[in-house]
């Protein structure tokens, strides 16, 4: 269920409670690919659009950006206990005595003392120095079990708030709280009207634990143009919202935060008034319909050797459940 507050702004922020008790505010901003931007966009989302809610990675390079965008928010008068700052670990550091260096790291480069959430970026661990495609060695073997004890122990000692995961399949998924002490707080997967994941919606539902969309919008260049989708134009101009707002409120609606990614500052403020109205039962349900299904981020470049084990094919990485 969704909780609504209001930012200094006057900016109703709705936000989700998860396990641990901490709230997610509903909309976030993403930052993959901001790079030297990173940090006008973040300070745009915090200052001017009413964000409380960033996500970040250390693969994205641009988590010392992100960190100054935060720091200046903060110097205009935001307090860090306000903010929700989602950070991922690595492939290269998937294995137990890398993970606390990672996020030391990650602290470090955002100019941060604790993160509100750390999630695993991928579950498939890669050399250092991997080639994309990845060549035979580059991907290894991962510990799970090891590598969520030390995740485990981050939050025990508050450097981190929240743990969870990305890019889960149910057979991992359930692997993970086969041998969890503490339950993700969050997987964040790939959503949006052309691919729904109903099923991990479901099997996260059923345990409680909180889903984040990410590429709400189809993603970016080479991805799935969802904002000229005729069926989401036609609820826009129905609705009187944008296309970019239709898509931020189908995954609200669905019970999951959204992290859209702007650099654009209008449209960064844009993709967050998405709270006074809500998207008719009949449009909802529209959207659920759309055909053509189809991840856009299959990880096929990252960690696929068609002729190298362990993953020859995108079936493989996704346990085949797809
Ligand atoms: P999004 O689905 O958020 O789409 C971003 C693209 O849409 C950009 O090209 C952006 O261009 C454009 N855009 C933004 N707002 C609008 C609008 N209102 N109207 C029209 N176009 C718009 O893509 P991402 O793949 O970046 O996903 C969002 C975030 O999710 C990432 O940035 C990252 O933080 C996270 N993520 C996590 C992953 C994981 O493995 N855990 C994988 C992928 C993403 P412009 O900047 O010019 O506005
Ligand atoms: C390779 C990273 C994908 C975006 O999270």
Same mark, same amino acid.
């Given at each position: 269920m969704a909780h609504a507050t209001f930012?200094?702004?006057?900016?109703?922020?709705?936000?989700?409670?998860? @396990?641990s008790g901490h709230k997610i505010p509903a909309v976030g901003l993403g930052t993959w690919r901001s790079g030297s931007q990173a940090t006008h966009a973040v300070v745009t989302a915090l200052v001017?659009?009413?964000?409380?809610?960033?996500?970040?990675?250390?693969?994205?390079?641009?988590?010392?950006?992100v960190g100054q965008?935060? !720091? %200046?928010?903060? &110097?205009?008068?935001?307090?860090?206990?306000?903010?929700?700052?989602?950070?991922k670990l690595w492939c290269t550091e998937l294995s137990p005595e890398?993970? %606390? +260096?990672?996020?030391?790291?990650?602290?470090?480069?955002?100019? @941060?003392?604790?993160?509100?959430l750390y999630l695993i970026h991928w579950p498939f661990r890669l050399r250092e120095g991997a080639s994309r495609p990845p060549k035979a060695g580059d991907v290894l073997d991962f510990d799970m079990e090891g590598v969520w004890r030390e995740m485990e122990k981050l939050a025990k000692d508050n450097l981190v %708030?929240?743990?969870?995961?990305?890019?889960?399949?149910?057979t991992k998924l359930n692997k993970l709280l086969g041998f969890a002490e503490l339950i +993700?707080?969050?997987?964040?997967?790939?959503?949006? +009207?052309?691919?729904? =994941?109903?099923?991990?919606?479901?099997?996260?539902?059923?345990? &409680?634990?909180?889903?984040?969309?990410?590429? +709400?919008?189809?993603?970016?260049?080479?991805?799935?143009d969802l904002i000229h989708d005729q069926t989401v134009d036609r609820i826009? !101009?129905? @609705? =009187?919202?944008?296309?970019?707002?239709?898509?931020? !409120?189908?995954?609200?609606? %669905?019970?999951?935060?959204?992290?859209?990614?702007?650099?654009?500052?209008d449209r960064i403020k844009e993709n967050i008034k998405v709270f006074d109205w809500v998207i008719p039962e009949q449009d909802f349900q529209?959207?659920?319909?759309?055909?053509?299904?189809?991840?856009?981020?299959?990880?096929?470049?990252?960690?696929?050797? !068609?002729?190298?084990?362990?993953?020859?094919?995108?079936?493989?990485?996704?346990? &085949?459940?797809?």
């Amino acid at each position: 269920m969704a909780h609504a507050t209001f930012t200094a702004e006057g900016q109703n922020m709705e936000s989700f409670r998860l @396990l641990s008790g901490h709230k997610i505010p509903a909309v976030g901003l993403g930052t993959w690919r901001s790079g030297s931007q990173a940090t006008h966009a973040v300070v745009t989302a915090l200052v001017e659009g009413g964000y409380r809610h960033i996500d970040t990675a250390w693969e994205y390079g641009d988590q010392k950006e992100v960190g100054q965008g935060i !720091k %200046r928010a903060m &110097h205009a008068g935001l307090e860090r206990r306000d903010l929700f700052v989602t950070s991922k670990l690595w492939c290269t550091e998937l294995s137990p005595e890398r993970v %606390r +260096p990672a996020l030391q790291n990650t602290l470090k480069e955002l100019q @941060l003392e604790y993160l509100d959430l750390y999630l695993i970026h991928w579950p498939f661990r890669l050399r250092e120095g991997a080639s994309r495609p990845p060549k035979a060695g580059d991907v290894l073997d991962f510990d799970m079990e090891g590598v969520w004890r030390e995740m485990e122990k981050l939050a025990k000692d508050n450097l981190v %708030r929240n743990i969870g995961v990305c890019n889960f399949t149910v057979t991992k998924l359930n692997k993970l709280l086969g041998f969890a002490e503490l339950i +993700p707080s969050v997987c964040q997967m790939e959503m949006h +009207p052309g691919w729904r =994941n109903d099923t991990m919606l479901e099997l996260c539902k059923k345990n &409680h634990i909180h889903v984040t969309a990410y590429s +709400p919008l189809g993603s970016q260049e080479g991805g799935r143009d969802l904002i000229h989708d005729q069926t989401v134009d036609r609820i826009a !101009k129905k @609705l =009187n919202k944008t296309p970019g707002q239709v898509l931020v !409120k189908w995954g609200i609606q %669905r019970g999951t935060s959204v992290i859209p990614k702007s650099l654009n500052p209008d449209r960064i403020k844009e993709n967050i008034k998405v709270f006074d109205w809500v998207i008719p039962e009949q449009d909802f349900q529209a959207l659920n319909s759309i055909p053509d299904q189809k991840r856009v981020l299959d990880g096929e470049d990252l960690f696929v050797n !068609k002729t190298e084990g362990p993953y020859r094919t995108v079936a493989d990485l996704w346990d &085949h459940e797809d």
